[in-house]
């Protein structure tokens, strides 16, 4: 839910689109992050302290995977359609 890289943090890059998320996560640097994702959407976001939120950024939500395509009919040979 949450990855840091140098100064800035990164949240929920893995999270699936249709989760509704109410979270309060503690980040580095003395900092802690909540906020409430519904629907794919930001709902409401509060860094503390708020010099930090800068640093903060919320990744896309992760589409599920397409389902695999169907294999093709079998075809019938001619003369027998």
Not at 3 to 31: H, I, Q, Y
Not at 32 to 44: A, Q
Not at 64 to 78: E, G, V, Y
Request: with cysteine; charged share 15%; hydrophobic share 40%.
């Amino acid at each position: 839910m949450l990855t840091n890289s140098d100064d800035s943090v990164f949240l929920c890059a893995s999270r699936p689109c249709e989760w509704d998320v109410d979270f309060k996560l503690n980040a580095p640097m003395g900092a802690v992050v909540e906020g409430v994702l519904k629907g794919g959407h930001v709902v409401s976001f509060k860094v503390t302290p708020a010099n930090r939120t800068k640093y903060v950024h919320i990744a896309a939500c992760t589409a599920p995977p397409s389902p695999p395509a169907a294999p093709p009919a079998p075809s019938l040979p001619a003369g027998q359609e």
